[in-house]
């Protein structure tokens, strides 16, 4: 860390400190009492006091459903919360996202049944992308997810699958109190499980299809002493094999958690979380390559041979003919006879969790966190004959991030108010980069692979370098009013101040065609970002809640190229013209709702309308070796919807879910480009689908448990100007798992069988990755899984 950036950071910790130790706040829960508030949300009734509303479970007695958390101090409408038997039933490792596929509104696509791969996995809620939602694990903001991010870190690798405790998800306007760059759309927060009170462990072995394997090992240590200190540490390696083409798809992680209570209701935690992600991509496919050469066209890897032999024939010819590749119209084998793709990712996470009972009406909390992280992004890439005299290189984009946060709070009760005030601050400092890498000639070595090495027959030839310095300022304040019993009101806003300085300080003008890139600042600013949250229980079985709110996020930070920044635009002086024009994105977002309860059956029906201004996106023309990026300000969005979910229960044991969701989602706009102007107004988002319907079913007897999921996604509009779309689909999974209490002086031993895409149905599953075409067709979608079957089995002791 540079010792001004280590000065900095100290100086503004030492600020916020000073200044939370002025503010008021709203009373917290203590820490012994969250833990037991976990344990009663799945209470079959919602108990009514002045005052205080406990959580309450939309299943009256099976445990495989979602259910509904009203927070018990501040009511931001009501939050779906994915208990963790629903986690169980997918296999052990998989994308805790894929879990929130089960909630309406929310659409979770990947190229692999883990949904580990960030280039081929992609999460919709209400029409809003990943990057426009704010997620935490344990207090931590994740930011931006998606694929080489630099301002921010991929759930897969911010914490295992297994150590997660609870999720919570808010699809309105998410609290003012969530620290997020990126919010626009809803929150969804993590929290990690505590270290168990008794010495003892867990270990799972899982295997799957395509030799996949998959193993977690987990110890904890107990009560250490009379104060209670005690810690967990796990371990987890996911190694699965492609089901299209060579490669692997390999991750290993280490978590760690320490616990240390102070006195009856204050604790510290402290955690820590280590991930490398090494693995082969899948290619980007198009409409015309499907429709012409087939749902499998893997890369050529490790076909070196084959490779160069067509990047000699590309050096000469852009439309080589090329057996298995070519005949089809409009498709060239240069786009789609690549060598190979893939990507290396190296985080550390790791932080402080302060909670404080000050007094029994004042509590103090405080997050203190750092994250570092590398990356490498590659795929093969053709060489000018020109200048290169070997065919074949290896592109790579070099990726760099530190963060260094801290978010304190103070909450304080007084009477029927509950308020709080906080602040977060962020530092961020990021590079990105892209070099070519010598491939040898053929015959003169093994080639470079995509996950690296790459400097085996040289140093790679640099083609740009970027680098910024990102700060952020949040600060917000709420009251949360209980006006009667079962009727409460919040009411609060946040202000938001988001710097990112620098820009590009390499360039490869040859290569880039730009004598200048982008560089400069960018400011998103909002002095006033409201919130206001009605919530009645009218009795034990009917909610209603209103949720009005408004968000914006900061501009997004990335290298030239295709991606949504304007950072990415072709040279200095388009980035100042739009610079001139530009406005961050914001999103206001009306919610309403009715719950009903009640033993047998649970009802839940909402309607919203979100309207999205100014929001930046890149339109892809051109090819994927050639792209051209044109960031766009799509001016006015507007989603309208309404989700509905019915669970019923008429057998102990026995769960049936089934849930539709409908949004509208257009461009309210035309919108002029450079490059002319595009008729938008009235045409429908891309990339998300109109309708969705859900179903599950859910079976346990004794120590036995079955369950079956079917997912239907409608029709998903690939261009922005509707010309080009794909068509709807189901995906279906199912299940079962038997737990033992005690087998051979082992207790819990698990024992499960899952099968993903169980009919085997062929569908597109992530859109856009390199950014949608403004007409017709682009290479930029990837297919989904076909089946595939996985067993394991668990024991603790």
Not at 707 to 731: E, I, M, Q
Request: aromatic share 12%.
């Amino acid at each position: 860390m540079p010792d001004a950036l280590r000065r900095h950071f100290l100086l503004s910790s030492v600020v916020m400190f000073s200044w939370t130790g002025l503010a008021y706040g709203q009373s917290a829960v203590a820490p012994h009492a969250r833990e037991m508030s976990k344990k009663q949300s799945t209470s079959t009734a919602l108990k009514h006091r002045a005052g205080t509303h406990k959580k309450k479970s939309m299943m009256a007695q099976s445990p495989e459903t979602l259910s509904v958390r009203v927070n018990r101090h501040v009511s931001r409408g009501a939050e779906m919360a994915v208990p963790k038997s629903i986690m169980k039933q997918y296999v052990p490792g998989t994308s805790p996202y894929r879990a929130l596929d089960r909630m309406p509104g929310v659409s979770f696509m990947s190229t692999d049944p883990f949904g580990i791969d960030s280039f081929g996995a992609n999460l919709y809620m209400r029409g809003f992308f990943m990057n426009q939602l704010g997620v935490t694990v344990d207090g931590v903001p994740l930011n931006d997810q998606t694929y080489q991010s630099v301002a921010g870190m991929s759930l897969a690798s911010a914490i295992i699958s297994d150590d997660i405790d609870s999720t919570t998800v808010s699809q309105g306007g998410g609290g003012v109190d969530v620290p997020s760059t990126n919010t626009l759309g809803g929150t969804i927060r993590f929290e990690s499980s505590n270290p168990n009170d008794k010495l003892g462990g867990k270990v799972s072995q899982g295997f799957g299809s395509y030799d996949s394997y998959r193993t977690y090992i987990r110890f904890d240590s107990g009560r250490l002493n009379q104060s209670g200190t005690k810690f967990y540490t796990s371990y987890a390696r996911t190694d699965a094999g492609m089901w299209e083409g060579a490669g692997r798809q390999f991750q290993q992680q280490v978590d760690a958690k320490l616990v240390q209570p102070l006195g009856e209701r204050s604790k510290l935690s402290a955690f820590f979380n280590w991930s490398d992600l090494q693995q082969w991509n899948y290619p980007d496919l198009s409409a015309g390559i499907i429709q012409n050469l087939g749902w499998r066209v893997p890369h050529l890897y490790p076909d070196y041979k084959r490779a160069y032999g067509v990047a000699q024939q590309c050096q000469n010819n852009p439309n080589p003919t090329v057996p298995g590749y070519s005949g089809a119209p409009g498709i060239s084998s240069c786009q789609t006879a690549l060598y190979d793709g893939g990507q290396r990712e190296i985080n550390y996470m790791g932080g402080l969790n302060l909670d404080l009972a000050l007094t029994d009406r004042l509590s103090w909390h405080t997050t203190l966190y750092g994250h570092s992280q590398t990356g490498y992004y590659s795929y093969s890439d053709y060489e000018d004959p020109t200048s290169a005299e070997v065919p074949l290189s290896e592109e790579v984009w070099q990726n760099r991030q530190e963060r260094y946060g801290i978010s304190s709070s103070l909450r304080y009760h007084l009477g029927r108010h509950h308020i709080e005030g906080g602040i977060w601050y962020e530092n961020d400092n990021q590079q990105a980069g892209v070099y070519n890498y010598p491939q040898p000639a053929l015959g003169q070595g093994a080639p470079l692979k995509a996950i690296g090495p790459y400097t085996t027959y040289g140093a790679g030839r640099q083609r740009y370098n970027f680098e910024w310095r990102t700060n952020v300022v949040q600060t917000h304040i709420q009251d949360t009013v209980n006006i009667l019993p079962g009727l409460t009101f919040n009411a609060g806003f946040r202000s938001m101040i988001a710097q990112t300085s620098g820009g590009a300080n390499a360039n490869d003008a040859d290569w880039t065609g730009a004598s200048q890139l982008p560089n400069g600042t960018l400011n998103a600013t909002r002095a006033f970002l409201p919130h206001f949250n009605l919530d009645w229980h009218l009795n034990r079985q009917n909610e209603f809640y209103i949720d009005v709110a408004e968000n914006m996020r900061a501009y997004e930070v990335s290298g030239y190229g295709v991606a949504n920044s304007l950072y990415s635009v072709q040279d200095q002086a388009t980035f100042q013209q739009q610079k001139s024009v530009a406005k961050p994105s914001r999103a206001w977002t009306y919610m309403g709702g009715y719950r009903f309860t009640s033993h047998f059956v649970q009802l839940d029906a909402t309607v919203y309308h979100s309207t999205l201004l100014h929001q930046l996106s890149a339109a892809a023309v051109g090819t994927l070796t050639n792209p051209v990026s044109q960031v766009i300000d799509f001016g006015r969005i507007s989603m309208t919807g309404a989700n509905g979910m019915i669970t019923v229960m008429p057998l102990p044991g026995l769960s049936i879910t089934n849930s539709l969701s409908y949004n509208k989602g257009t461009y309210d706009r035309d919108v002029n480009t450079p490059n002319g102007s595009w008729n938008l107004k009235g045409k429908n988002i891309v990339n998300y689908p109109a309708w969705m319907y859900k179903t599950s079913v859910a079976y346990s007897w004794r120590g036995a448990t079955v369950h079956f999921d079917a997912n239907y996604y409608g029709k998903r509009y690939y261009s922005y100007l509707n010309d080009t779309s794909v068509g709807s689909y189901w995906v279906a999974n199912t299940g079962m798992s038997y737990r033992f209490k005690k087998l051979a002086g082992v207790r819990d031993v698990v024992v499960s069988f899952n099968v993903y895409n169980l009919f085997n149905n062929k569908y597109i599953s992530t859109m856009g990755e390199n950014n949608n075409p403004v007409q017709g067709d682009y290479q930029s979608m990837q297919r989904g899984s076909p089946r595939q079957f996985f067993g394991t089995v668990s024991a603790a002791f």
